[in-house]
């Protein structure tokens, strides 16, 4: 079992910048685990944004402002966003796979941090 605990959401400004860690516990060693971060807004589906294993993806409307990179002495992952802009605002999910293949599907993922909201104002 893999507890997940994100940290480092708040609000700022359109334009703004904030990181989000992603701290994991328990399981198998953390490197070899498939990272995946998503989002969710009010009354919308939960986003797929960026994933790690070895590789990285990222969904076309993060690409180019988020990076995700992740500390597996530190069994941390992170997500970096630039350029925040309204539309970002929802909460934001770390997820673990317990496979060394990302996916961008939700449903692929096997455990889940609780969120952290992000709210960026115009």
């Known amino acids: 079992q893999v507890q997940l605990v994100e940290s480092g959401g708040g609000l700022v400004q359109a334009g703004g910048s904030l990181r989000l860690s992603c701290a994991a516990s328990?399981?198998?060693?953390?490197?070899?685990?498939?990272m995946g971060w998503f989002r969710q807004a009010p009354t919308k589906e939960r986003e797929f944004l960026a994933a790690?294993?070895?590789?990285?993806r990222y969904a076309d409307s993060v690409k180019g402002r988020f990076t995700i990179s992740r500390d597996n002495a530190k069994n941390t992952v992170y997500l970096q966003m630039n350029s925040l802009k309204p539309e970002d605002t929802a909460v934001y999910y770390c997820a673990a796979r317990g496979t060394l293949l990302y996916s961008t599907r939700a449903r692929d993922y096997d455990y889940w941090g609780q969120g952290t909201q992000v709210t960026v104002s115009s």
């Open positions: 328990g399981g198998r060693t953390f490197s070899s685990y498939a």
């Open positions: 790690s294993a070895g590789s990285t």
